[in-house]
């Protein structure tokens, strides 16, 4: 298994409150079958590699993260569900008869603090079934039948009770989860290739088809805005702050990132020349908090078939006019060489097994957490977490023993 090839150590930039390590990950699926993981090192003003190997058995086709657990479709009708906190991949789940075309998590709002036990996954395939799986116990709760043809992406309500689907039948699909079937489809103008419910209040909807992404109202389907691309559109994401969540970002064949305002209608800003090829994923990340503030900062990462992935600051890029000629300066970079397909991030808590203050530190101020080997305390010298003798305590003994 690919188990034995993550791992994560958090540095200098995590925030420490308390005995909890706050850390942004971003990760990505490649044609190669390789799955790669980095972490936001915002003092050094890097991606850190965590993690590069290969999950599956053939191309990665989805990818999704909740927290700490990440889950991986693949080509090989797999799906594969790793628990990043404790770096250890939990196993495959096997119940698709073909490629597993997208995912979805489910989070309840009572873990949304943390975001690290997400309650439920859902799984699309080009076998045109939808199965629902209880995280943790990771059981196949349902598997539910409604596309004719393959299934292109899936969209969980905020309530937790219904989702979306659409497929290569020209079909979108609703479903309830609680009971676990299909209740109610209508057929598209046109295939619908991607669907994202708003994930904060769930009152619209957006499908994107070839180069247009269209608005609708989730009371009764009306259109409510159109967005229109150059070329075809291949990745949707929202934000779930207040901040981002009326922000629908999209990334097309134009090699652009683009944000839109959802209620407004409106173009918000965007970002041409994002990559030197198409755009194959874009995430949201930051709300606030460690790793956001007040003002509405957060990050927008982008993937794309050069096999680069690019981390945005929401700031710049707004404050900022750029021509479609410009080549704008990413915030974050890491190049991969592959031919990457799809893109994931997450923001969870890691809780470290040491006290903020080392046992037997004299330092007045000393709130130093240890979370790794290399890690060392300033003033102290700890330098690691089973070390908890400082330096200078010891060489304060050895003076009461030259003085004796």
């Known amino acids: 298994g690919g188990g034995g090839g993550l791992c994560l150590r958090a540095g200098g930039d995590c925030q420490v409150a308390g005995r909890k390590v706050e850390m942004m990950l971003v990760a990505a699926g490649s044609y190669e079958r390789f799955l790669w993981g ?32 990440m889950a991986t479709g693949g080509s090989d009708d797999m799906v594969k569900i790793y628990d990043l906190n404790s770096q250890r991949d939990m196993g495959t789940l096997l119940a698709h008869k073909g490629s597993v ?16 036990h997400p309650k439920n996954l859902l799984s699309g395939s080009d ?60 057929k598209l103008q046109s295939e619908g290739s991607l669907i994202k419910i708003s994930p904060l209040t769930g009152d619209c909807y957006s499908v994107a088809s070839q180069e247009v992404v269209t608005v609708h109202d989730s009371e009764d389907g009306r259109s ?15 934000g779930e702050s207040p901040q981002q969540g009326r922000m ?12 839109w305002d959802t209620v407004s209608g409106k173009l918000a800003f965007s970002i041409p020349k994002a990559h030197l090829n198409r755009i194959r994923g874009v995430a949201v990340l930051g709300s606030g908090g460690a790793f956001g503030s007040d003002d509405g900062t957060y990050f927008v990462a982008s993937a794309s078939s050069d096999g680069t992935i690019r981390i945005w600051d929401s700031r710049m890029v707004k404050d900022t006019t750029l021509s479609d000629d410009s080549s704008p300066i990413p915030l974050m970079e890491a190049e991969t060489q592959a031919r990457l397909t799809c893109l994931a991030g997450s923001s969870f808590e890691v809780q470290t097994s040491m006290q903020t203050k080392h046992e037997g530190c004299l330092r007045e101020n000393c709130s130093q957490v240890t979370l790794n ?32």
């Open 38 to 69: 980095w972490r936001m090192d915002q003092d050094a003003g890097r991606l850190t590699p965590i993690f590069s190997y290969p999950a599956h058995l053939g191309a990665i086709k989805s990818i999704a993260m909740s927290g700490s657990v």
């Open 248 to 259: 629908l970002f999209t990334g097309a064949e134009d090699f652009k990132v683009t944000a």
């Open 127 to 186: 076998d045109g079934t939808v199965c629902i799986w209880k995280a943790g116990s990771w059981v196949l709760f349902k598997t539910m039948k409604g596309h004719k043809r393959g299934v292109n992406d899936i969209s969980i309500h905020p309530s937790g009770r219904l989702a979306l689907s659409v497929g290569r039948d020209l079909h979108l699909n609703m479903y309830n989860l609680l009971k676990g079937r299909c209740t109610f489809t209508t």
């Open 373 to 404: 080997e290399t890690d060392a305390c300033a003033g102290c010298q700890v330098v690691n977490e089973l070390d908890t003798t400082c330096n200078v305590r010891a060489n304060e003994k050895i003076q009461e023993e030259e003085g004796a």
């Open 101 to 116: 075309s997208c995912l979805a998590f489910y989070a309840a709002p009572s873990s949304c603090e943390t975001l690290e």
């Open 224 to 238: 409510l805005h159109t967005f229109l691309h150059s070329k075809r559109v291949l990745c949707l994401a929202q």
